[in-house]
């Protein structure tokens, strides 16, 4: 262990160049000395004045190794500024497929031929360009532009008053000091971003933050509840070893190292992310019991079948709860005040805090879930919807919330997961969550009787049973009655489109995901009859610790497509309006969006004591319409041709605003497009449906019969595979950037 974590450090240190080249250089060195030429034109002779070499000497040796890794380092730190300097040119994502330009041309083969080591999980980190803070100029007029089709003249004269007020006088004196946290920050929105949006607010996280991932549509691998949980088990554990062992490719895995054992605690200001460096244990909850279990076994892992058998002792232990255990994960649902109070009260010390260490500082956390749950039975629609409340709330106290995730299993076999948000964004989690569904099904797989495969040594000990003493005085009633209230107002419809999917949209030249995006404006247009402030995540990726930034999806030329839709000139518009989503994204992805500088800005002048009418203003509008895709990264995995069943439906997030939507959206192979919607029932405006999506999908693509122009189209199908915006996104997310380098 030691020993290769060592050399896991050294290669990650050096990176971009690899260790061995030291021996490269130190042979090159020796060579010319032996040579008495130079080729170094003079600098060896200057190194060899102030550390003079004089061969047959005792500390020669010392010396030429010295020299030697002056020399070496000195490249090291030259390579890297090279890459990251390269890493800093972003044209080629806005150049036309089949139109590069000269840079980039040249640009493609540096690139290429600098990064072709094969980077460690983190080494990469190191070479990626710090985010730059834009011009506070651009930011305000990027709002202003995005704001335009929603706002009425006097609004908008209002606004932009309100805007260029501010870009002349507060707004400068705030860039200031940001520019100055860019200086020393890796990020200098990350940090901020995370302990601002997440970790300080103190409303509940379940709905409002934490998401969930979803099974197999059609499929359940095993009917068996405990073989489903051995086998998921066991493939997530296969997943952290490779976290530990540095295996994945380095642009998945973003925070992937507080992945697991990880555990968000609350407090009075705010919470902390908590996270332990040794968990060799899950925690598993079963009607209403807590319980451990070991999952390694004097240094190995425990066969999937062992783990079956060991949640099969759970699933048969009848004893009931303890006083005020079976709804104790309420209090990670509910406020966070009155949870942090609750912790420091009752269960900061004996058994209890001994009970909560065990939850907390476990790998991570699994339900065994009474329920029957999926796409089944005489009502297969309503029964996705009621799957899709049920991973995103449970019964408000069967899942514990704070935990990083929570795997699921039911009683079925059916699994998904719910996700704690301030610790990563979803693309990680979908990274893994693909992961463990191919692992399951096709590595680990299930004997015919639908039990896990492997060994099993008898004499492996009980899981042990959680001990609490939770005085009748430590309520959790009132933190349960809120989240109650916030489940019960949840609205979720999930629905596979199946009409078409990334397969003809691309045949009509256009980005899938622009496509999607443009049609959730329609519906939400024909649904409320306007237009609205739409946020579309988008991560920033090419930056060091990015995380996501928000594309206004909603934009000026999108707007006049929909209002033409029914007329002449509908088709120009609507290339006009899937190039502007395009740039949008692209300008989000490359560090000019608008969100995360103005959030940015705010902060600061919080520090500062100072009010910024515009900033508020900006700041509390309402988001209705939020929407993410979820990437596919790992198609590999899934063999969709021997298994077209085999089709992962994806996750999904509750509504920003009170009365707007949430709708998350994968898109799945050639023919198929996810969606998972939510609103508010308490909300008269909102249902969630699939009926206008549907709807404006197929409108669309009507009004679209394009001819693919010959020749060209495909001429430069590498690039149009890289330089289409949506599978860029895909290649960002699954590092095939990198595969593109390599080319
Ligand atoms: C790019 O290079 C070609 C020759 O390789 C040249 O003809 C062309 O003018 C250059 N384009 C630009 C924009 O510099
Ligand atoms: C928005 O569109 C309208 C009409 O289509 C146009 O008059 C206006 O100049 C556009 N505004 C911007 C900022 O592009
Ligand atoms: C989590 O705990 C395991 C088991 O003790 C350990 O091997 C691993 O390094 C930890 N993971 C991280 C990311 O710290």
Same mark, same amino acid.
């Not at 892992?301 to 002792?313: A, K, V, Y």
């Not at 004996?350 to 909560?356: A, F, I």
């Not at 149009?720 to 915006?725: A, P, R, S």
């Given at each position: 262990g030691k020993s290769l974590l060592f050399v896991g450090d050294l290669i990650k240190g050096v990176y971009p160049a690899s260790p061995s080249s030291w021996l490269f250089v130190a042979i090159g060195i020796l060579a010319t000395m032996y040579m008495q030429s130079d080729p170094s034109m003079g600098l060896i002779t200057k190194i060899q004045q102030h550390l003079p070499l004089r061969v047959h000497n005792d500390e020669s040796v010392q010396r030429i190794v010295g020299v030697v890794t002056l020399l070496w380092l000195s490249l090291i730190l030259a390579l890297r500024f090279c890459l990251k300097l390269l890493l800093s040119y972003h044209q080629w994502m806005f150049e036309k497929h089949g139109r590069m330009s000269n840079t980039t041309k040249v640009w493609v083969p540096l690139v290429r031929l600098l990064s072709s080591r094969k980077p460690l999980l983190y080494s990469y980190q190191s070479s990626l360009p710090h985010l730059p803070v834009p011009a506070i100029q651009d930011t305000v007029s990027r709002y202003l532009e995005s704001v335009r089709p929603l706002l009425t003249d006097p609004e908008f004269k209002r606004m932009s008053d309100l805007a260029n007020e501010f870009e002349s006088n507060l707004g400068n004196r705030l860039q200031r000091y940001l520019k100055l946290k860019a200086l020393w920050a890796t990020n200098y929105v990350s940090d901020w971003w995370e302990e601002y949006v997440y970790l300080r607010s103190r409303g509940p996280i379940m709905v409002n933050s934490n998401y969930y991932g979803m099974d197999f549509l059609y499929v359940t691998p095993t009917s068996v509840q405990a073989a489903r949980a051995g086998n998921t088990i066991t493939a997530l554990l296969l997943y952290r070893r490779k976290v530990n062992r540095e295996e994945l490719k380095p642009c998945v895995c973003v925070f992937c190292e507080r992945m697991f054992n990880t555990t968000r605690t609350p407090g009075v200001e705010t919470d902390v992310l908590q996270h332990w460096l040794d968990s060799e244990f899950v925690a598993v909850y079963h009607r209403g019991r807590y319980f451990r279990l070991w999952v390694y076994r004097a240094g190995r @892992? %425990?066969? !999937? $079948? /062992? #783990? /079956?058998?060991? #949640?099969?002792?759970i699933l048969d232990d009848a004893s009931p709860p303890l006083p005020g255990e079976e709804k104790l994960g309420a209090l990670t649902a509910g406020d $966070? #005040? !009155?949870w942090a109070q609750m912790r420091k009260q009752y269960f900061s010390s004996?058994?209890?805090? $001994?009970?909560?260490d065990i939850i907390e500082r476990a790998a991570f956390f699994v339900t065994l879930d009474d329920e029957e749950q999926g796409m089944r039975g005489d009502d297969p629609e309503g029964n996705l919807d009621r799957y899709a409340k049920s991973l995103l709330h449970g019964k408000c106290y069967d899942r514990w919330f704070d935990k990083s995730f929570s795997v699921v299993i039911y009683k079925n076999g059916k699994s998904g997961l719910n996700a704690e948000h301030s610790w990563a964004d979803a693309p990680t989690v979908a990274h893994l969550w693909e992961y463990t569904l191919a692992t399951d099904a096709f590595q680990l797989g299930y004997t015919e009787d639908g039990h896990c495969k492997g060994d099993v040594e008898p004499s492996l000990p009980q899981p042990q049973r959680l001990v609490w003493n939770i005085p009748a005085e430590a309520q959790v009633s009132s933190s349960l009655a809120v989240a109650q209230a916030l489940a019960d107002d949840v609205d979720c419809h999930v629905f596979p489109f199946r009409e078409f999917g990334k397969g003809r949209i691309k045949k009509c030249r256009v980005s899938p995901d622009a496509f999607i995006q443009i049609s959730l404006q329609l519906a939400y247009y024909r649904d409320r009859g +306007?237009?609205? @402030?739409?946020?579309e995540a988008s991560m920033t990726r090419l930056f060091r610790e990015g995380r996501t930034e928000t594309v206004r999806s909603c934009s000026n030329e999108s707007c006049a497509f929909i209002t033409a839709l029914e007329k002449e000139e509908c088709r120009r518009l609507f290339q006009l309006a899937s190039e502007r989503h395009q740039n949008l994204y692209r300008m989000a992805m490359t560090g000019? +969006?608008?969100? $995360? *500088?103005l959030f940015c800005l705010y902060v600061v002048s919080k520090y500062l004591g100072v009010e910024s009418p515009f900033l508020k203003e900006v700041l509390s509008e309402p988001w209705r319409l939020s929407t993410s895709q979820t990437p596919v990264q790992q198609m590999n995995l899934f063999d969709l041709k021997n298994h077209p069943d085999f089709i992962s439906l994806g996750? +999904?997030?509750? !509504?920003?605003?009170d009365d707007g939507y949430g709708v998350s959206y994968i898109i799945v192979g050639e023919d198929m497009v996810n969606f998972h919607v939510s609103s508010k029932y308490s909300c008269s405006q909102t249902v969630s449906n699939n009926h206008f999506i549907r709807q404006a999908m197929m409108s669309y693509i009507q009004g679209m019969a394009i001819v693919p122009r010959k020749g060209r189209m495909y001429a430069f199908a590498h690039f *149009?595979? %890289?330089?289409? *915006?949506q599978l860029f996104i895909v290649n960002t997310h699954s590092s095939k950037i990198f595969f593109f380098f390599f080319f």
């Open positions: @892992l %425990l066969s !999937p $079948r /062992e #783990i /079956e058998d060991q #949640i099969q002792r $966070r #005040i !009155p004996g058994v209890n805090k $001994r009970s909560l +306007g237009f609205c @402030l739409t946020y000019a +969006g608008i969100d $995360r *500088h996750g +999904g997030f509750g !509504p920003v605003a *149009h595979f %890289l330089f289409n *915006h």
